[in-house]
């Protein structure tokens, strides 16, 4: 399959294509007004560089456009940039169609596998809540299952679409996580992108700069970030090598697999993975939000006839 590359900014149907109405998300979470105030611009925005701003922010982002009225993470714990995590729901979506007509199955017989679910629950409530799908979500933390199952159970939409399964064994992905009848129509993983806590430091710091142009000695992580969440051994290659090689195991319960790539560098490694595997087909499809452009690589092992006939349960 060839690359598929999209237009400069978010997908078409994200809500966020456009600049923050800032009093319409006040009025669905007031205590953000307390943060919004002018910018040197005249625009009305927030301290993208202060970690309680950012959090008031998707709470208001999810009160408004997801109607998840109640959402919390513990401290520390990584907040989820939403605009980009909606676009690779959205483009997770589109794949699906090309299956079913053109257009988007929607409903909770389309199940989704979230690898790394994190404190957050992110995924899960985006694709709930925009296409109506279920989610099982996997994490090795057990504070962040429960941190996400908390989430579950205190928003009715999302009560009994999304199941939480925590990971016992640290170096696997699937296997104690998806059961020998589980079907899934897609995977979804945004994994650990830096390979220490030092290089996730390094990229703090760095971002902070960028948001706020001034030199800085120590960034505290705007968006927070435990260390699974944002580092492991080997970073994202060694991450994404390891769910592909353990993704053939179950190459009959998963239509598509698909994980982000942050770093266009890492694709070499990656695709040589794919060669290793041998999947039927595979593909990489870019998103862009602002400066930033990250990919999606999906692959299956799935025949055409194979793909046809599982197609056939969304209708």
């Known amino acids: 399959m060839a690359h598929k590359q999209h237009k400069k900014g ?3 149907r994200n809500p966020h294509n456009k600049r923050y109405d800032f009093p319409a998300l006040i009025k669905s979470l007031p205590k953000l007004g307390e943060f919004v105030a002018e910018n040197a611009y005249g625009d009305l925005s927030i301290d993208f560089a202060n970690a309680e701003e950012v959090l008031t922010l998707n709470k208001a982002l999810l009160a408004h456009f997801y109607g998840i009225k ?6 520390g714990y990584l907040c989820p940039p939403i605009p980009g995590r909606a676009d690779y729901i959205h483009y997770i ?3 699906l169609a090309e299956f079913n007509g053109g257009k988007a199955p929607t409903g909770k017989n ?3 596998l979230d690898v790394g679910i994190g404190s957050n629950c992110i995924y899960p409530i985006i694709g709930n809540s925009v296409y109506g799908w279920s989610f099982v979500g996997s994490d090795i933390e ?5 941190s996400s199952q908390s989430i579950v159970e205190a928003n009715k939409s999302l009560v009994g679409n999304v199941e939480c399964r925590l990971q016992l064994n640290h170096d696997s992905i699937f296997t104690g996580i998806i059961k020998e009848n589980d079907k899934f129509d897609f995977t979804l993983c945004n994994p650990p992108f830096h390979k220490s806590q030092k290089e996730a430091e390094a990229g703090s710091k760095r971002k902070v700069q960028n948001l706020t142009k001034r030199v800085v000695e120590k960034a505290s992580l705007n968006f927070g970030g435990k260390s699974n969440e944002l580092w492991c051994k080997g970073g994202e290659v060694a991450f994404i090598k390891s769910m592909m090689r353990q993704s053939k195991k179950y190459a009959k319960n998963c239509f598509w697999f698909s994980t982000i790539v942050s770093k266009k560098d890492n694709l070499p490694y990656i695709y ?3 060669e290793e595997i041998k999947p039927v087909e595979f593909d990489t499809i870019e ?3 602002g400066q930033k452009i990250s990919r999606i690589v999906i692959w299956t092992f799935l025949s055409k ?4 006939e599982w197609s056939k349960n969304w209708q």
């Open 10 to 12: 978010l997908h078409p």
């Open 70 to 75: 109640k959402w919390s993470i513990p401290k």
């Open 272 to 274: 040589k993975t794919i």
């Open 142 to 146: 057990k504070e962040s299952i429960e």
């Open 110 to 112: 389309i199940k989704g």
């Open 287 to 289: 998103m862009q939000h």
């Open 305 to 308: 006839e194979e793909q046809k």
């Open 93 to 95: 979506a589109d794949l």
